[in-house]
DNA sequence: AATCAATTTAAACAAACGTTTAATTTAAAC
DNA sequence: GTTTAAATTAAACGTTTGTTTAAATTGATT
């Protein structure tokens, strides 16, 4: 990918906030344009058409989405703690990202834009790697039971946080959580703790 | 609520269908007019504005989310057993109003719209109680674990149902379900069981 | 057959949309 | 200082948007 300049990267973080906040079709270029402080045909000039920003800033994001693991493989860690780890990784990265998950989840069920995901499945596919070599290890060590359905983690991490999240409201009430910050330190404590609980115990029951 | 007739039943349900695929902003009342053999008129007419329209069907849809459990109380059962069956009817329950959970959750997200979502939140407040009560008997039989948090449950159950449907693309490639009903089995089947061993593994893990 | 309200229609409305144009400004190279 | 390409602008473009209008049609009630 070509490397954008400073007024193009604004642009990019500009149409991040607001299609994550609005969705791309209930954000307009001239919203863009004037969070951004540029004129309407900047946009085009820069990226062709409203379209083409979009995939821009996707193909742009969707390298920050690859989990970092270099240390977790190479420390001395028991597969529980690699699972507690992992699992750490995981929501961090996709709580620093969740405004470019909120776009592509949206698009990917609308289907409206015809956008490549390859390279966002890719990395599912290599995150999901990542775990089944941690699994694998449990498993031969006799700690975690033998049939488990590794594909089908990743979804109730992922999909434990994303509902979490998406219900801000609700639970933000549940559990009395009144600011941003309060929220987003209830998911980097609390809420990692109940997942990694989750995925340990269920690597663990036997039917 | 009033009764609605059936061309205005007709009109809610192609509503329910173009918000859920295309979202909010991505349908006009052009083409819900059209797919649904009607005047453009007809919507304002019928529903004052298109914005009332997503009012009225999210209103008219809410009351089908509310889980009927008198059977599962009535009938004698282990915790264990209450479990799947609260499980299977909570995925089939939101697997039937998929579309709707889509159009409900986009417009929590974006809060473009101001919706009122008391009974929303009510519904799953009510559906929560159930979970509870079921868990505390468990907990009472010496079945179930003392510490468990039960609010971080259905996000977890709901979670990993709504981020597999989401992502059907990568997850129909994954495990190879070439057409919608295959995806929809796989739901009904081999989904529902992987959340039910999972929420039954947390409540059995000890930390 | 006449009346009347409810329904349905085609047309028009202003506003907002994404995009393009053509002119202007900026800033570095010569 | 002149040249040249890139950046930036205001204005206009043709569509599409949601909504309204006013006339036409329908169908039951008198």
Redesign the pocket.
Same mark, same amino acid.
């Given at each position: 990918m070509t490397e954008f *300049?400073d =007024?193009q990267n604004e642009i990019l973080l500009v149409a991040e906030k607001l299609f994550s906040e609005h969705g791309f079709?209930g954000? %307009?270029?001239?919203?863009i344009a004037k969070e951004a402080n540029? *004129? @309407?045909?900047? @946009?085009?000039?820069y990226f062709? %058409? =409203?379209? =083409?920003?979009l995939e821009a800033l996707i193909i742009n994001r969707i390298s920050d989405l690859r989990l970092e693991m270099e240390n977790l493989f190479k420390e001395n860690l028991t597969p529980f703690e690699k699972i507690d780890r992992l699992i750490e990784l995981y929501i961090r990265r996709i709580n620093k990202n969740c405004r470019m998950y909120q776009i592509i989840h949206f698009e990917i069920a609308t289907k409206k834009r015809d956008i490549n995901y390859q390279s966002f499945n890719e990395v599912k596919k290599y995150n999901l790697q990542a775990l089944m070599k941690i699994i694998e290890e449990g498993q031969e060590k006799g700690l975690f039971v033998k049939n488990i359905d590794v594909a089908l983690i990743p979804p109730t991490i992922m999909g434990t946080y994303f509902h979490f999240q998406m219900n801000k409201p609700f639970y933000g009430e549940i559990f009395n959580l009144k600011t941003e910050e309060d929220f987003d330190t209830y998911i980097l404590t609390h809420l990692i703790k109940h997942i990694q609980k989750t995925i340990k115990a269920l690597l663990v029951y036997e039917n």
């Open positions: *300049n =007024k079709d954000t %307009s270029v001239r919203d540029i *004129n @309407i045909a900047m @946009i085009s000039y062709g %058409s =409203k379209e =083409k920003l």
